[in-house]
């Protein structure tokens, strides 16, 4: 069993095309990666010759793709049992997810989908985090995630759903940046206004990624491109409100020349570091952080 | 969850169907609100399985062409959709539908089924967990029960799919037997054409039921040949063989 490591700065996202880059690499800025445990789990070959370097380097923390709690199906327990023992193998401190849905009667679509903003969506939330933190043994934080549309008729605001899962499943917040900010463009509200409402004793960890705004100006959380000054001033007014929590880079398709992805990291080093100064925390206070 | 959450299942299952169904179906749609965006959410879900599907069966789409291999991509979401959690698992399941679809296609060269399979095969090998079963392993024993490793795959073809075509001509039809395995140290599958009584013998052994003797017994009988000192020579070649390939691990402890 290995040591929980401390997690805080910028991390970035460990994908396979840019594994070598990365793992070779001497960044000091890059403190810590994460994983998507379904590309790892059971898995061998290449993929475990990654991990395992990637592990001797770095701190790791993992994000999953295809829990999303959200879903009224109860995970299979062939998906959940090599999970758990996967995240406790590799100390992994707390296991992040997205507030979504992915399927439906055991059919994946492999994509994040929005959950109707209902009371009784709520409780289907609040009960799979519950479950998965009795299941994987290990503190739950729950991720927004960008909707291009509401699922159905809504009841309430998607910040108000938030936090109301938030609040009922006592669970931690991963804070995507980006997809406030997408959410803001697409549904008419605004972003500074919505972190205000974040309980920040909840924020265990942050994402910050590029989108593609279309020609119909709406936008899609593609993670793609290159990061908007937008997000940047967004991220800068969220960690004056939380202080040091960890902030990943996220970069999952359009891999663009590993010096670019490096820059951008060592903007985001230069922003949490003022932003967490004159937040008053002084160094190594990264909630949830080992 | 129990009746409780019955609009959020209804929900998601109109978001299944719109993503699955060969055509839009309106009344999903109009259940789900926004047609414009969820028309979108439709077809980012299924740009994103069927650009990993022709990554990972590049061969099997040139050779069925886009048209095909689009047909087989609408039958595999309309009636056997993918199930794996695990997003490289979405190309074994597009296999099991796509193989036996596309060999009905009179318009798609007859080796297509074939080589989906095959390149399906290789896919899951290359990344398959090569560790050694949880199960406590023995020496290698006529009287064992053996284990075979978790990277392999055995595949019965009627195109030999895994030699690569020289100058487009067609693949002659003829039964092929392969063992298409990945050693822990490697990062690619290897293939291997096995014969009749080898294949059979592998397959006996990874069903995990017989000994090696029972194995060599029912072998032997069901291809009648006699089990005689030649027949010995080359299957104790043939085992020490894979056992050095590391195909075969051991035995499973009594």
């Not at chain 1, 291009?148 to 940046?177: N, S, T």
């Not at chain 1, 997809?179 to 605004?190: E, K, L, M, P, T």
């Not at chain 2, 048209?67 to 609408?74: D, G, L, S, Y």
């Not at chain 2, 050694?132 to 799919?161: D, I, K, N, W």
């Amino acid at each position: 069993m290995a040591e929980t490591r401390k997690v805080d700065g910028i991390g970035i996202g460990l994908r396979y095309a840019m594994a070598e880059r990365t793992l070779a690499s001497d960044v000091p800025e890059i403190r810590w990666l994460e994983i998507h445990p379904e590309n790892y789990v059971q898995r061998g070959g290449r993929f475990r010759h990654v991990l395992e370097r990637a592990r001797e380097r770095f701190p790791l923390v993992t994000h999953g793709l295809t829990m999303g709690f959200g879903a009224v199906d109860r995970p299979e327990d062939s998906y959940v049992k090599p999970l758990r023992d996967f995240l406790h193998e590799n100390a992994i401190p707390w296991h992040s997810e997205h507030l979504c849905f992915s399927g439906d009667g055991g059919v994946m679509l492999h994509d994040l989908l929005p959950v109707p903003f209902t009371r009784e969506s709520v409780g289907v939330a609040v009960a799979r985090i519950r479950e998965a933190r009795d299941r994987l043994e290990l503190p739950i934080a729950l991720e927004n995630i960008s909707y291009y549309a509401d699922a159905g008729p809504a009841e309430m605001p998607e910040i108000d759903f938030l936090l109301e899962v938030l609040e009922q499943a006592d669970c931690k917040l991963l804070l995507d940046v980006n997809n406030v900010f997408v959410n803001s463009q697409n549904h008419g509200f605004d972003p500074r206004a919505y972190m205000d409402r974040i309980p920040v004793e909840r924020v265990v960890q942050i994402h910050v990624a590029g989108h593609q705004v279309r020609d119909d100006s709406l936008i899609i959380d593609t993670h793609g491109e290159p990061m908007r000054d937008e997000v940047y001033e967004l991220l800068d007014f969220t960690l004056r409100r939380t202080g040091p929590v960890p902030v990943l880079l996220e970069r999952d398709q359009n891999f663009p020349p590993f010096e670019e992805l490096v820059a951008e990291v060592k903007r985001l080093d230069r922003i949490y570091r003022e932003a967490t100064a004159a937040a008053g925390a002084e160094g190594d206070g990264a909630r949830g952080a080992a | 969850m129990g009746e409780g959450a019955d609009r959020v299942r209804a929900i998601e299952q109109a978001a299944v169907d719109l993503c699955l169904a060969p055509e839009r179906p309106q009344a999903r749609l109009q259940q789900l609100g926004d047609a414009r965006i969820w028309s979108l959410y439709r077809e980012m879900v299924r740009n994103r399985l069927r650009g990993e599907l022709k990554i990972a069966l590049k061969r099997a789409h040139q050779d069925a062409g886009e048209a095909a291999f689009e047909r087989a991509f609408v039958h595999h979401l309309a009636e056997a959709p993918p199930r794996s959690r695990f997003f490289h698992g979405i190309v074994g399941d597009f296999a099991r539908s796509a193989a036996p679809f596309l060999r009905e296609q009179t318009d798609v060269p007859a080796h297509v089924g074939d080589l989906l399979e095959y390149e399906a095969a290789v896919w899951a090998v290359g990344d398959l967990d090569d560790r050694a079963p949880a199960t406590e392993l023995e020496e290698f024993s006529f009287e064992g029960r053996p284990v075979l490793s978790h990277a392999t795959r055995l595949l019965q073809l009627q195109y030999p799919v895994h030699r690569k075509r020289e100058g487009g001509a067609p693949y002659e039809r003829g039964e092929v037997r392969l063992c298409v395995h990945r050693r822990p140290e490697d990062r690619r599958a290897r293939t291997w054409t096995l014969n009749p009584i080898t294949y059979d013998l592998l397959r006996c052994f990874e069903a995990g039921e017989a000994t090696v003797t029972e194995a060599v017994q029912r072998t032997a009988t069901a291809r009648k040949v006699a089990i005689d000192q030649p027949f010995l020579d080359g299957l104790c070649t043939v085992l020490a063989d894979f056992i050095e390939r590391g195909v075969i691990l051991g035995c499973r402890a009594p």
